[in-house]
């Protein structure tokens, strides 16, 4: 079993590969509340992860949005493609 840091840099890697920028901040200082999640800013993929969540929760937010884009041609650990087959096959009555 793989620690969180070395999946969440397996993550990051993924979501480069998709050109998907992850920004961790406070999400708590905000003028108004933001949540950590996906986002398009300026035309650009975003993944907003707020800095006082676990490493856990920041993985699990990464995969959130990542199971949303096509990861057919490019490398993606197997962990990762389990997870998102997994979460896809929970949301598909047909699978």
Request: with cysteine.
């Amino acid at each position: 079993m793989q620690d969180v840091n070395s999946k969440i840099e397996d993550l990051k890697s993924v979501a480069e590969k998709l050109a998907i920028e992850i920004e961790i901040t406070n999400l708590n200082d905000q003028e108004f509340q933001i949540q950590s999640g996906y986002c398009k800013m300026n035309g650009k993929d975003l993944i907003l992860l707020d800095k006082n969540l676990s490493l856990q929760e920041q993985s699990e937010v990464i995969l959130q949005a990542l199971k949303n884009f096509d990861l057919e041609n490019i490398y993606v650990s197997s962990w990762i493609r389990e997870f998102i087959e997994l979460e896809s096959s929970k949301n598909d009555p047909t699978k």
